[in-house]
T-cell receptor, first 114, second 111 residues
Framework: DAGITQSPRYKITETGRQVTLMCHQT?????MFWYRQDLGHGLRLIYY???????DKGEVPDGYVVSRSKTENFPLTLESATRSQTSVYFC?????????????FGPGTRLLVL | DAKTTQPNSMESNEEEPVHLPCNHS???????IHWYRQLPSQGPEYVIH???SNVNNRMASLAIAEDRKSSTLILHRATLRDAAVYYC????????????FGSGTQLTVLP
């Protein structure tokens, strides 16, 4: 199916474990983004990528690692999960740099760190 | 990106029009006005965008003030499925970087 998908949709893990959240898009969009959304906060950018092998930090990057070896995939890794990383994570992709740059969001991954 | 101001919450009756306001007094000449919405337990969803002229699409209309310092998202006939948080966001024409989400307007639609 065309679009943007995230997996897993729900994840429970323990403090200190490594967790990887997957994001896949079928539009060949250049830009991809990871946001987190916590109760009482709007969406905050973690990392973004302008193209394969090009990534950059957003507002709240600490404790996260990203990679982008292929245009269509943008995994987010929590190297050693902490309770403060309990959140809902949204991946998004965007058209190229010209134009109004609408972003398309995935359904989210709900992560609980015990 | 310039700042936007929206009411925290609004209510509407089902099948009536809804006008969601947004103030953006520091908007620059090249900023697009985007609206996204987030339904419960879902990711944000693009609604509409505009630069200077009013815009219509299948979801909504966007009315932009002549001085561009404010805009209004219009849902012509609200349904229960339109209950969501609506975000007004300004985007420049530079690189496709992140969206900066404010707190948005929580729209409640009453049956």
């Amino acid at each position: 199916d065309a679009g943007i998908t995230q997996s897993p949709r729900y994840k429970i893990t323990e403090t200190g474990r490594q967790v990887t959240l997957m994001c896949h898009q079928t539009w060949s969009h250049s830009y991809m983004f990871w946001y987190r959304q916590d109760l009482g906060h709007g969406l905050r950018l973690i990392y973004y990528s302008a193209a394969a092998d090009i990534t950059d930090k957003g507002e709240v990057p600490d404790g996260y690692v990203v990679s982008r070896s292929k245009t269509e995939n943008f995994p987010l890794t929590l190297e050693s999960a902490t309770r403060s990383q309990t959140s809902v994570y949204f991946c998004a992709s965007s058209e190229p740099a010209y134009g109004p740059k609408t972003q398309y969001f995935g359904p989210g991954t709900r992560l609980l760190v015990l | 990106d310039a700042k936007t101001t929206q009411p925290n919450s609004m209510e509407s009756n089902e099948e009536e029009p809804v006008h969601l306001p947004c103030n953006h007094s520091t908007i620059s000449g090249t900023d697009y006005i985007h609206w996204y919405r987030q339904l419960p337990s879902q990711g944000p969803e693009y609604v509409i965008h505009g630069l200077t002229s009013n815009v219509n699409n299948r979801m909504a209309s966007l009315a932009i003030a002549e001085d561009r310092k404010s805009s209004t998202l219009i849902l012509h006939r609200a349904t229960l499925r339109d209950a969501a948080v609506y975000y007004c966001i300004l985007r420049g024409t530079g690189s496709a970087r992140q969206l900066t989400f404010g707190s948005g307007t929580q729209l409640t639609v009453l049956p």
